[in-house]
């Protein structure tokens, strides 16, 4: 028996990054009638003739349904500010998600040649995240972004187009990933990237995404209504202030994020999103959490 880490999944099979080598497996049938195998997964596996048979998926430190990886260290959010535009609500949605398991999130605001994007850097700074501002073209910010993924397994996500191959790229020449145009009718990328697989820069392992619209937000994990406060890291000071213990942060008086909300202290598209994200987890069903 072998242990590694599942770092590509396609039609069924599943590529695990061994000490020595990577073997090609398929999943025993009580794991695909199961928890689904995720690129990510620490893993138990055997090896007979050559062949590859994933045996047993380890404890899970964590694990998402989109971006579907597993056992994350960082997820690294890509967003522009020129073709595509990134919308705020998709960045903040995934960052919710990632901070709902206690995982770091790292935004990076791509395309920095064409647009520095100040404000979108400057929303999520003041959030209390760490903002890297890059460009494939002229290499600004990649250093600084291969110092935060150093010695980490991180996850690259972001709506299509933003350029997270072109940085994959520029993190290693070697890869030679293909990149796509944008649209400029649609604004929006070409899927380049159709599948998990991870990458290793460095002494990092980094698994790209395909990319994702704001169609797609809704295929993404969900969050009890009552814990969403505790994802945006802007909320944490006035968290126990209001009114009422239990306050929803919405129309209850007496509100102390609706006040900092009012006094510019929290950004407003910033709490737009909570709303919007609050108006979806009301929606939730008992059966979506078990």
């Known amino acids: 028996m072998k242990q ?27 794991l695909r009638r199961g928890q689904m195998p995720l ?23 964590n694990s998402f349904v989109r971006p579907a990886v ?8 890509f967003a522009a500010n020129v073709n595509p535009v990134t919308e705020p609500f998709l960045i903040d949605r995934v960052a919710a998600i990632a901070g709902n398991q206690e995982v770091p999130v790292c935004i990076v605001v ?18 209390g995240y760490q903002v890297i501002q890059t460009s494939a073209e002229t290499s600004q910010g990649i250093e600084i972004l291969r110092k935060q993924l150093s010695g980490k397994f991180a996850c690259f996500t972001g709506n299509s187009g ?4 072109s940085i994959l790229n520029a993190l290693n020449p070697s890869l030679g990933l293909q990149t796509g145009e944008v649209s400029d009718k649609l604004g929006r990328g070409r899927h380049t990237t159709r599948h ?6 460095g002494d990092a392992f980094i698994a790209d995404t395909p990319g994702f619209s ?20 802007e909320f944490a000071p006035y968290l126990g202030c209001c009114q009422f213990r239990d306050c ?17 202290e929290i950004r407003d598209s910033r709490y737009t999103s909570y709303l919007r994200l609050y108006e979806k987890a009301m929606q939730i069903n008992e059966w979506e959490l078990k």
């Open 4 to 30: 590694g880490r599942i770092v590509k999944s396609l039609s069924g099979f599943y590529d695990v990054q061994t000490e020595d080598s990577v073997i090609t497996c398929r999943a025993r049938g009580h």
């Open 39 to 61: 690129v990510g997964d620490i893993v138990e596996i055997s090896v007979e003739k050559g062949k590859g048979m994933l045996e047993k998926i380890l404890p899970r430190k």
């Open 70 to 77: 597993a056992n994350l260290d960082l997820l690294v959010v």
């Open 110 to 127: 791509n395309k920095y040649d064409m647009d520095p994007g100040e404000n979108l850097a400057g929303i999520y700074r003041d959030a």
């Open 162 to 165: 933003v350029g997270k191959s």
């Open 196 to 201: 998990v697989e991870v990458y290793q820069i």
């Open 214 to 233: 704001s169609f797609d937000t809704d295929q993404m994990d969900v969050i009890v209504k009552e814990n969403l406060q505790y994802t945006f890291p």
């Open 248 to 264: 929803s942060h919405r129309k209850e008086p007496g509100c102390a994020v609706v006040k900092a909300v009012e006094k510019g």
